[in-house]
C-alpha cells in the first residue's frame, strides 16, 4: 500500500476495531498502538518523498466514473507537513488522557480514530468528491464527541458548532458542483467517459469567468473560515472548546482548524484566484480585526479554557491575513507556524488537562501557587506558554516573524496592527502563568500532585519538538517550499 492509503485507512480500521474492544484499557491501548503506528508510516514517508519514490505517494481507484470522480490519494510537501502534524499530535493527546476515566470508552477512541481518518482524507484527496466526503468524516465524529463526553452545557455548544459547520459544509457543496459543471470531460484508462471531471487538477483549469469566481470566492471562503475560524465565523469556537472533552478540544484546536487553512490554500487561491485576489484586503481587514478582538477578550478572561480558544483565534487570524498577502515570506511562514501552532497548543491544552484533572477549577483566580507543589508541571508549563507569546528560539518566533515581515510589506497599517498582538498575547500568557503556578497555594491547590513519568514524556515530546524547529526550521521550509511558490505562481 502506499503512504496515504495507510494514513487514511490505518486509523480507519483501527477506530472500527476499537468499538468491539468491550473494555476501556483495550480501547485506550489499541488507539494509542494504532496512533504509534501511524506516526511512524508518517515518518517514515519523509524519507521517500522524492520524485522517484512517486509511486508510493500517489494512488488512484476507479470509483464514481461517470461522475468524473476517483479515488485519488497524494502527498506532496503540504500534505506532509499536515499529515505529519496529526500523526505526531494522536500519540500524545492520548498519553496525555490516559489516565482520565472515561465512560463507554470504546465508543470514544473509535470515534477519535474515525476523526483522525477523516483528517488524513482531508490533507490527501485529490479529488473534490472525496474531499467533501472525508471533510464530512472529520467533522461528524467530532459533534458526537462533544454531544456525548462534553460537559454540562455541551448540547448548547455542540448545536452551535453544528449549525455553523453545516453550513459552511453546504456552501461548499454548493461551490464544488458548480465548478464541477465547468470542468472539462474525462475519459478514464478502459475508456469510460464522464462529461465533467472532479479531480483537483481539473478544478484549477475550469473554465470560470470573474464573475464566477467572485460568488465562488465566497462560498468557499465562508465554509473554510468557519473551520478556521475567522472573524466573524468565529463564535462556536469558544463555547465548544470549552464544553468538549479534554481530547477533542486538543484535536479541534490543533489539527482540525488547520483543515480551513489548508482549504484556503489547496482549494481557494488556485481555483478562484482572481476572486482571491479582489478580495485579499477585504480578509486582510477581518483577520486583523480577528487578531484585535481575540486577543482583548483573552486579556480579560479568567476561564482558563476560553483563554486559550481565544489566543487561538488570535493566532489562526494571523495566519490567514499571511495567506491572503500573497508573497512568498508571508505564504512560507504561515505554513511553518501551521505546524508550530498546532505543537504548542496541543502542549497549552495538556497543561490545562493535567490541571483541571487534579483540580477541577477553569477559574484562574482560584488556582496559584501550584509551582510548589508541581515544578515539572511549572516548568513545561513556562516554556509551552513562552512558545504561544512567541519568544525567539521557540518555533512560534519564526512563523511569526515571518508572516508580519511579509504582511508589511503589503500594507504596513495592517502589519502594525497586527502587531499589537505580540504584547497582548506577553501579557495575557504571562498574567496567565503567574495566576495559576505562582504566588500561594489555596484550598484547591494544596492536594495538586505533581505529574508522572508517562506525562512528563507527552509534554517532553512537545517541548522538543518547539525548541528544535525553532532553532533549526530549514527542513519545514524545504517540505514546503515548492507548493508555496506554486500557489504563487498561480495567484500572479
Same mark, same amino acid.
Given at each position: 500500500m502506499t503512504f496515504p492509503e495507510l494514513l487514511v485507512w490505518l486509523p480507519f480500521v483501527a477506530g472500527i476495531l476499537c468499538f468491539f474492544t468491550g473494555k476501556e484499557k483495550a480501547a485506550k491501548t489499541l488507539a494509542f498502538l494504532a496512533s504509534i503506528v501511524v506516526f511512524v508510516v508518517s515518518l517514515t514517508s519523509l524519507c521517500y518523498s522524492d520524485e522517484q519514490y512517486f509511486s508510493y505517494n500517489n494512488v488512484v481507484y476507479y470509483w464514481l466514473k461517470y461522475l468524473g470522480s476517483s479515488i485519488f490519494f497524494s502527498l506532496d510537501g503540504l500534505s506532509r507537513l499536515l499529515t505529519l502534524l496529526t500523526a505526531l499530535a494522536y500519540p500524545l493527546i492520548i498519553a496525555a488522557t490516559w489516565r482520565r476515566k472515561i465512560k463507554n470508552a470504546p465508543a470514544f477512541f473509535g470515534l477519535m480514530l474515525l476523526a483522525q481518518s477523516g483528517i488524513m482524507g482531508v490533507f490527501t484527496a485529490q479529488d473534490a468528491l472525496l474531499f467533501y466526503f472525508f471533510w464530512e468524516l472529520a467533522l461528524i465524529p467530532v459533534y458526537f464527541l462533544s454531544s456525548k463526553w462534553g460537559d454540562e452545557r455541551?448540547?448548547?455548544?455542540?448545536?452551535?458548532?453544528?449549525? +455553523?459547520?453545516?453550513?459552511?459544509?453546504?456552501?461548499?457543496?454548493?461551490?464544488?458542483?458548480?465548478? +464541477?459543471?465547468?470542468?472539462?470531460?474525462?475519459?478514464?484508462?478502459?475508456?469510460?467517459?464522464?462529461?465533467?471531471?472532479?479531480?483537483?487538477?481539473?478544478? +484549477?483549469?475550469?473554465?470560470?469567468?470573474?464573475?464566477?469566481?467572485?460568488?465562488?470566492? #465566497?462560498?468557499?471562503?465562508?465554509?473554510?473560515?468557519?473551520?478556521?475560524?475567522?472573524?466573524?465565523?468565529?463564535? #462556536?469556537?469558544?463555547?465548544?472548546?470549552? &464544553?468538549?472533552?479534554?481530547?477533542v478540544t486538543m484535536v479541534l484546536s490543533g489539527i482540525m482548524v488547520k483543515m480551513g487553512l489548508y482549504g484556503v490554500l489547496r482549494w481557494l487561491l488556485p481555483v478562484v484566484p482572481l476572486a482571491s485576489v479582489k478580495f485579499a484586503h477585504v480578509v486582510m481587514v477581518l483577520s486583523v480585526i480577528g487578531i484585535i478582538y481575540a486577543s482583548?477578550?483573552?486579556?480579560?478572561?479568567?476561564?482558563?479554557?476560553?483563554?486559550?480558544?481565544?489566543?487561538?483565534?488570535?493566532?489562526?487570524?494571523?495566519?490567514?491575513?499571511?495567506?491572503?498577502?500573497?508573497?512568498?515570506?508571508?505564504?512560507?511562514?504561515?505554513?511553518? &507556524?501551521?505546524?508550530?501552532?498546532?505543537?504548542?497548543?496541543?502542549?497549552?491544552?495538556?497543561?490545562?488537562?493535567?490541571?483541571?484533572?487534579?483540580?477541577?477549577?477553569?477559574?484562574?483566580?482560584?488556582?496559584?501557587?501550584?509551582?510548589?507543589?508541581?515544578?515539572?508541571?511549572?516548568?513545561?508549563?513556562?516554556?509551552?506558554?513562552?512558545?504561544?507569546?512567541?519568544?525567539?528560539?521557540?518555533?512560534?518566533?519564526?512563523?511569526?516573524?515571518?508572516?508580519?515581515?511579509?504582511?508589511?510589506?503589503?500594507?504596513? #497599517?495592517?502589519?502594525?496592527?497586527?502587531?499589537?498582538?505580540?504584547?497582548?498575547?506577553?501579557?495575557?500568557?504571562?498574567?496567565?502563568?503567574?495566576?495559576?503556578?505562582?504566588?500561594?497555594?489555596?484550598?484547591?491547590?494544596?492536594?495538586?500532585?505533581?505529574?508522572?513519568?508517562?506525562?512528563?514524556?507527552?509534554?517532553?515530546?512537545?517541548?522538543?519538538?518547539?525548541?528544535?524547529?525553532?532553532?533549526?526550521? &530549514?527542513?519545514?521550509f524545504d517540505l514546503t517550499s515548492d507548493v508555496a511558490n506554486w500557489i504563487l505562481m498561480k495567484l500572479t
Open positions: 455541551r448540547i448548547q455548544a455542540t448545536f452551535k458548532f453544528f449549525v +455553523y459547520t453545516f453550513a459552511g459544509s453546504l456552501l461548499m457543496l454548493v461551490g464544488i458542483i458548480y465548478v +464541477y459543471l465547468h470542468t472539462a470531460p474525462r475519459t478514464f484508462s478502459d475508456g469510460t467517459y464522464a462529461a465533467h471531471s472532479f479531480l483537483l487538477s481539473s478544478f +484549477y483549469n475550469a473554465s470560470l469567468s470573474g464573475a464566477e469566481q467572485t460568488w465562488l470566492f #465566497w462560498l468557499f471562503f465562508v465554509a473554510f473560515a468557519i473551520k478556521m475560524p475567522v472573524f466573524p465565523f468565529h463564535s #462556536w469556537q469558544p463555547d465548544v472548546y470549552d &464544553q468538549a472533552p479534554a481530547p482583548c477578550i483573552a486579556l480579560v478572561q479568567d476561564n482558563l479554557k476560553k483563554l486559550i480558544a481565544f489566543s487561538s483565534i488570535a493566532h489562526i487570524g494571523l495566519m490567514s491575513a499571511a495567506i491572503f498577502s500573497f508573497n512568498e515570506l508571508s505564504i512560507k511562514g504561515m505554513m511553518f &507556524q501551521m505546524l508550530a501552532h498546532g505543537i504548542s497548543v496541543i502542549g497549552l491544552w495538556m497543561v490545562a488537562e493535567l490541571l483541571e484533572r487534579q483540580v477541577n477549577v477553569r477559574k484562574m483566580s482560584e488556582l496559584g501557587g501550584i509551582a510548589k507543589k508541581a515544578p515539572a508541571l511549572t516548568i513545561f508549563a513556562v516554556i509551552i506558554g513562552l512558545a504561544n507569546l512567541a519568544l525567539p528560539l521557540t518555533n512560534s518566533f519564526v512563523g511569526e516573524f515571518m508572516m508580519l515581515s511579509g504582511l508589511f510589506s503589503v500594507n504596513k #497599517w495592517y502589519a502594525a496592527i497586527a502587531t499589537l498582538s505580540v504584547i497582548l498575547v506577553s501579557v495575557y500568557t504571562l498574567k496567565m502563568l503567574q495566576k495559576i503556578f505562582y504566588g500561594n497555594t489555596n484550598a484547591a491547590t494544596d492536594h495538586v500532585k505533581d505529574i508522572s513519568i508517562d506525562e512528563k514524556v507527552a509534554l517532553s515530546i512537545v517541548v522538543v519538538g518547539i525548541i528544535i524547529t525553532g532553532v533549526f526550521p &530549514q527542513p519545514v
